[in-house]
């Protein structure tokens, strides 16, 4: 449809109508293919009429259930605008893949842009539109629970993988063919630095720090086209995003060129009243409005305009509009005006769900996200004829799907033991222990199992319902409990193995020490047990890197790679009082248990060269940097090649790190292999006081490394004219 044929459509819509396209309403408000007043409906004077003058609903997904909705609400809609379906397919739909914050860990862009657009297929068939995906909060608190739906704490990795999911999720361009989806990116912004780790707290960074590390993911985002954007619950620079016509209008409509919609988060405008920046529900939705917000998720404070109408001024009147208009372009840009069941499809549906080529997708990114942190005396891979005993909650719970698994429950999974009897010729799966409880029966019969067999692998960590949302954690350790099974395991003096399958970083603490074998699984997803399995085995082999830093305690975090060096860093190890007067702590070592970006593999593989083509460069120039990595093994291995820059004076400080490119790359055995990388001067600018991002001359440090914390080094100098 035109844009002159949307403005005549909206000529004829009352104002009424054109309020409703910017009311988005939950799942519960249409039952049996028909609008239903109930609960919280009631609670907010919705009459029947006007549930059906919604313009979008999130939650409702499935192609018969979406087909009756819509043909029942467009014989309700007098000018036949077509509801729109929105819904949380994160990392899945029913085939779930990794958690993203797993997807991170895969350092494979090219994976995770498949991952979503295997989701795009499946939900699109289901009826869905829209997802509220990719979350490219950038996070370095894994006391917050939704650190799971983050790619990490890096910028870079953020920034490329947000890049990569808004592609899989609508195509490669803003018009979503009926196979893919539009994307929302989120949280918008900065919801992921919450005070404390608390969800929904305080989050107060400057403005430099924000554009200079937290802003980034969110500019590839919507660089790449995501149709729309979601408001974050956090205040920022001292107001709620959702009526922060800063952050709102002049960063993310003006400077990021953002024109598609921007929706809130749930009942976000209405919290702008318990924010204390609002009144009542009326000024809230004023402010909402003037902040550009278009689509009000489920606070009924643009619903009450419905009643309040007569009285808007006419720069509200025009705020609704140019609103409507946003929402109608969109439903317009999902072909919805020509095709009210666009993309929905009962057969693809069944065919698409959970089939083998989703199910192969979902596997190889399970794989690839798996991170080998320890492999004392090479303890692994095990060979097939090794008899295991599977101990741990995970092993009899089989929680692998994460939090955000849209309909993940409904697809068969493979279990753990199941994927560990295709792998080795004798398992006996004896838990041990519940998350947080245990008992003397299932104890002594875990510790019977381990005697009796070769080898232990403990499936530990904590279940999905303790991720995500409102999942905050004040203590990182794994649960008591587990840590007792664990301690009696290591004294039975067997080969033991501990697998980490949780959605955040844990304090592993004694855990690391115990362990001979160490794998963390941030939720592996549906095809979960059988790349565990796998990778125990050596059928596969680890090339996982940790997308946050592991902590060695809670009362390290914040600890991560990109911080900034103070004035007196600690670049050695303090010998004696004399050197207590610099920036550390005096009960614990400075570095992370293990640094972002670290990951072993079953080869041994060695960076041992780090060549610049030059020394000098001008600003409009690159510089190429070469990476030897020797494989001394006679096993192939893959590992990701990390370039890191630091600006060695600025007008603000800068980070001692900056990821700006890698390289996920296979070392055939024996052999060694140069890797390339070329950096534009470009790459380098930097957020000054101005707020502005250019480039300064001057002295800058080139890295390669397999992880942030062991690098070789060079520099450069960038220069006026060479
Ligand atoms: C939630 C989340 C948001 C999600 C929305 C709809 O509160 O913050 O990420 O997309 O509500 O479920």
């Known amino acids: 449809m035109s844009e002159q044929k949307i403005e005549k459509l909206l000529d004829k819509m009352t104002i009424t109508e054109q309020i409703g396209q910017l009311i988005q309403l939950s799942a519960d408000a249409f039952q049996h293919g028909k609008a239903v007043i109930s609960g919280p409906f009631v609670a907010n004077h919705m009459s029947q009429e006007d549930m059906y003058n919604a313009g979008s609903v999130l939650g409702i997904s499935g192609a018969k259930t979406v087909r009756d909705v819509q043909s029942d609400y467009l014989t309700h809609s007098r000018l036949h605008i077509p509801l729109l379906f929105m819904a949380d397919v994160v990392h899945g739909y029913e085939t779930i893949y990794p958690i993203p914050l797993a997807l991170g860990a895969t350092f494979n862009p090219e994976l995770a842009k498949q991952t979503a657009a295997m989701a795009a297929r499946e939900s699109s068939a289901g009826g869905v539109h829209v997802t509220f995906a990719p979350m490219v909060d950038l996070v370095r608190d894994p006391r917050w629970g939704r650190v799971m739906e983050s790619t990490g704490e890096d910028p870079y990795l953020n920034a490329v993988m947000a890049e990569a999911q808004v592609a899989g999720f609508q195509g490669d361009d803003d018009t979503p063919d009926q196979q893919h989806i539009a994307a929302c990116v989120k949280h918008f912004a900065a919801y992921g630095a919450p005070e404390g780790g608390k969800e929904y707290n305080t989050v107060d960074i400057s403005e430099w720090r924000f554009r200079e590390q937290y802003l980034p993911a969110y500019e590839a985002a919507v660089k790449a086209k995501s149709l729309l954007v979601m408001t974050s619950f956090n205040t920022l620079f001292g107001v709620p995003a959702t009526a922060n016509q800063k952050l709102m209008r002049d960063i993310l409509r003006r400077e990021l060129d953002f024109h598609g919609v921007l929706i809130s988060d749930w009942a976000a405008i209405a ?127 089989n929680d692998l799907l994460g939090s955000w698994s849209w309909k993940g429950e409904n697809a068969p999974m493979p279990t753990l033991e ?164 610099l920036s550390r702590y005096i009960d614990s070592p400075d570095t992370p248990l293990y640094p972002f970006g670290f990951g072993l593999s079953y080869a041994d593989l060695v960076l041992t060269g780090c060549q610049i083509d030059r020394d000098t460069v001008t600003k409009d120039g690159q510089v190429r940097v070469t990476a030897t990595v020797e494989n001394r093994s006679e096993v192939p291995g893959t590992t990701v090649v990390q370039l890191y820059t630091r600006q060695m004076v600025g007008e603000t400080v800068q980070p001692v790190q900056v990821q700006r490119a890698f390289k996920k790359v296979a070392v055939p055995a024996n052999q060694s292999l140069k890797v390339e990388f070329v950096l534009s001067v470009a790459q380098l600018a930097s957020v000054h006081l101005d707020m502005k991002r250019r480039v300064d001359l001057g002295e800058y440090q080139v890295m390669v490394g397999l992880d942030a914390a062991n690098v070789l080094s060079t520099e450069f100098v960038v220069r006026e004219v060479e």
């Open 418 to 581: 199941s994927a560990f009897r295709s792998e080795f010729a004798s398992v006996l799966v004896a838990s041990g222990t519940d998350y947080h409880a245990i008992t003397k029966s299932k104890f002594n019969a875990a510790i019977a199992a381990a005697r009796q067999q070769d080898v232990i692998v403990a499936l530990v960590g904590l279940p999905s319902s303790e991720s995500g949302e409102s999942s905050s954690l004040t203590d990182l350790q794994l649960p008591a409990e587990q840590r007792q099974l664990l301690k009696a395991l290591r004294d039975l003096n067997k080969p033991l193995i501990v697998v980490v399958v949780s959605g955040r970083p844990h304090v592993l603490g004694e855990v690391n020490d115990w362990a001979d074998g160490l794998i963390y699984a941030l939720f592996p997803g549906t095809m979960g047990a059988p790349a565990i399995a796998k990778l125990l085995s050596g059928a596969v082999s680890p090339s996982g890197h940790l997308p946050m830093s592991l902590p060695r305690s809670v009362g390290q975090i914040p600890v991560y790679y990109n911080h900034f060096n103070t004035g007196r860093p600690l670049t050695y190890t303090p010998t004696d009082d004399q050197d207590r007067y």
């Open 271 to 397: 919290e702008l009243i318990k924010h204390g920046v609002a009144g009542s529900l009326r000024e809230a939705a004023d402010k909402a409005l003037s902040a550009g917000v278009d689509i009000d998720m489920m606070s009924f404070a643009y619903a009450r305009y419905l009643a309040e109408a007569a009285d808007l001024s006419p720069e509200l009147t025009r705020l609704i509009r140019q609103s409507a208009k946003r929402v109608l372009v969109l439903k317009d840009t999902l072909g919805l005006f020509d095709d009210p069941f666009r993309g929905l499809n009962e057969e693809i549906e069944a065919k698409e769900l959970s089939s083998s080529a989703n199910r192969a997708v979902a596997l190889k990114a399970a794989e690839e996200s798996l991170v080998l942190l320890k492999n004392q005396g090479n303890v692994l891979p095990l060979s097939h004829s090794t008899r295991i005993a599977l101990v741990g909650p995970v092993a009899s719970s």
